[in-house]
């Protein structure tokens, strides 16, 4: 079996009780390990991440689930981690202490016979996305490709690895809580497929050559869609609110699970 899972937000300062959250990720992930031929992460596995140039002390928190994944790398399950707009800062610790292969671009590959696209969904448009979407989800997305194209800067990872962790992490963790509470007050449902930018983005692609799935999370939504007889878009839903997943058998069947 592989599994395909995403959106965590481990540590997030909006859920009460990080213990028992992170607890519930690894008892699911070693569930997972019974039978997994290879997991995939596919971003925002933590609420914020970040390694600093002083050491990793402050990644103790997270020590029951990177605990978890070398147990599982160390048996030779693949487990797969794309980093996503929570978790982009990682620069080979990360790896090192658990085994885990980092994907920093979308990732092509096959699995029991099927292609495979799969990336966080982060910055995920299709060109043309102008000419399909209102002016105020244009604006919205250039800001939030702005914002993306800065956090993806060398120059800027490095200043901000200078820092000592406790100022690093208590903007990074503030940050990440008030996209959390906004989310909560004012979520964005599935926007049809017409508006959908992963749907949309899928279509463009699957134009340029085929895939039999694309994977993705980033919407925190659970979706399944037909986008030709031979293309569906699946978006992975999240680890904290709807607790969804998906697994491929081996005969390359893909469904999503609770």
């Known amino acids: 079996m592989v599994y395909f899972l995403s959106d965590a937000h481990l540590g997030s300062r909006a859920i009460e009780d990080n213990a028992a959250h992170q607890q519930r990720v690894v008892d699911l992930l070693t569930r997972m390990g019974q039978d997994a031929t290879a997991i995939y992460l596919l971003g925002d596995i933590f609420d914020f991440w970040y390694e600093y140039i002083w050491g990793h002390k402050d990644k103790k928190q997270f020590a029951?689930?990177?605990?978890?994944?070398?147990?599982?790398?160390?048996?030779?399950?693949?487990?797969?981690?794309?980093?996503?707009?929570?978790?982009?800062?990682?620069?080979?610790?990360?790896?090192?202490?658990?085994?885990?292969?980092?994907?920093?671009?979308?990732?092509?590959?096959?699995?029991?016979?099927?292609?495979?696209?799969?990336?966080?969904?982060?910055?995920?448009?299709?060109?043309?996305?102008?000419?399909?979407?209102?002016k105020g989800m244009q604006k919205r997305i250039r800001s939030f490709m702005r914002l993306r194209a800065f956090f993806h800067h060398p120059i800027p990872q490095f200043v901000f690895r200078l820092l000592p962790p406790c100022l690093g992490n208590a903007f990074g963790y503030e940050w990440a809580r008030r996209s959390r509470l906004k989310e909560f007050a004012h979520p964005c449902?599935?926007?049809?497929?017409?508006?959908?930018?992963?749907?949309?983005?899928?279509?463009?692609?699957?134009?340029?050559?085929?895939?039999?799935?694309?994977?993705?999370?980033?919407?925190?939504?659970?979706?399944?869609?037909?986008?030709?007889?031979?293309?569906?878009?699946?978006?992975?839903?999240?680890?904290?609110?709807?607790?969804?997943?998906?697994?491929?058998?081996?005969?390359?069947?893909?469904e999503l699970s609770v």
């Open 64 to 134: 029951p689930l990177l605990d978890c994944l070398q147990s599982l790398t160390g048996k030779g399950i693949e487990v797969h981690y794309f980093i996503g707009n929570h978790d982009i800062w990682t620069f080979g610790w990360l790896a090192k202490r658990t085994g885990v292969i980092v994907h920093k671009e979308p990732y092509e590959t096959t699995l029991n016979g099927k292609r495979i696209f799969m990336a966080h969904g982060d910055g995920m448009v299709p060109n043309d996305y102008a000419a399909r979407l209102d």
């Open 189 to 254: 449902p599935y926007k049809g497929e017409d508006k959908e930018e992963l749907v949309l983005f899928a279509k463009e692609r699957e134009h340029q050559q085929h895939y039999d799935y694309y994977i993705f999370g980033h919407r925190h939504i659970e979706l399944d869609l037909m986008i030709s007889r031979e293309s569906r878009v699946v978006i992975l839903g999240d680890m904290f609110k709807l607790w969804t997943y998906a697994q491929m058998s081996e005969e390359g069947r893909l």
